[in-house]
C-alpha cells in the first residue's frame, strides 16, 4: 500500500510560509540529497488549492532543475472545494470528495509514495485526520516571525516517533516522524 508523505522547510518558529524569501542560502548538498531521496520514492503529489495556484502559475514555464521536469510530469491530485478546474496544468486532477475516502483509494492504487508538496493546510488537515504516513521537516536555522504556519493552537495531542535525522552542513535539522500507534 502507498504512503502519504510530507517534506516541508519549516523555520525555528514554526513558519513554513512562504520559505522561498528564508531558506535559499541553507540550501546546501544535504538538503539536495533530502530532497532528491524523497522525490524517488513518490510517484504522486497531493496538493491544496493555495499551493496549486500558485504553482501553476511559475512551474509549466520553469526551467529551474530538476524540479520543474518532476513537477511538471508527475501526477497531480488537487484537493479543492472551490476550485471547478485544473486542466491549466499539465498532469492535474481535481478531487471534491471526502480527503479521506479519497487519500484511501489513492493508497490503494499501484505505485510509489503519494507525496504531499507544499500545500501547509492540506498537510494539516492530513495530520489532524490521522492521514499521513510520514512528515519529514526540514528545519532551517532562521526565526521568520510571521507567516503561516504548520501546527496551530487547539490541535489535539498528537504523539510521533523519530524514524531519522540528520543535519545538513548549514545547520539545517531533517527530521523524519511517522505517527505512533
Do not use: C
Request: negative net charge.
Amino acid at each position: 500500500m502507498r504512503k502519504v508523505v510530507s517534506g516541508l522547510f519549516i523555520s525555528l518558529d514554526g513558519v513554513t510560509e512562504a520559505p522561498n524569501e528564508w531558506q535559499f542560502d541553507h540550501f546546501d548538498q544535504g538538503m539536495e540529497e533530502f530532497m532528491g531521496a524523497m522525490l524517488a520514492e513518490q510517484d504522486a503529489v497531493l496538493l491544496g488549492r493555495v499551493t496549486w495556484e500558485q504553482w501553476a502559475g511559475y512551474w509549466p514555464s520553469s526551467t529551474d532543475e530538476p524540479f520543474a521536469s518532476y513537477i511538471n510530469n508527475v501526477p497531480k491530485y488537487v484537493f479543492s472545494k472551490t476550485l471547478n478546474d485544473v486542466s491549466a496544468w499539465q498532469n492535474s486532477t481535481l478531487l471534491k470528495g471526502d480527503l479521506a475516502a479519497e487519500i484511501g483509494r489513492l493508497k490503494q492504487e499501484p505505485g510509489k509514495n503519494l507525496g504531499v508538496a507544499g500545500s501547509v493546510g492540506l498537510v494539516r488537515s492530513l495530520f489532524e485526520a490521522g492521514l499521513l504516513d510520514e512528515l519529514s521537516l526540514a528545519i532551517h536555522p532562521v526565526v521568520v516571525g510571521k507567516g503561516d504556519r504548520l501546527f496551530r493552537e487547539g490541535m489535539d495531542l498528537k504523539r510521533l516517533s523519530l524514524v531519522s535525522s540528520k543535519v545538513t552542513p548549514t545547520g539545517v535539522a531533517i527530521l523524519t516522524y511517522q505517527p505512533r500507534e
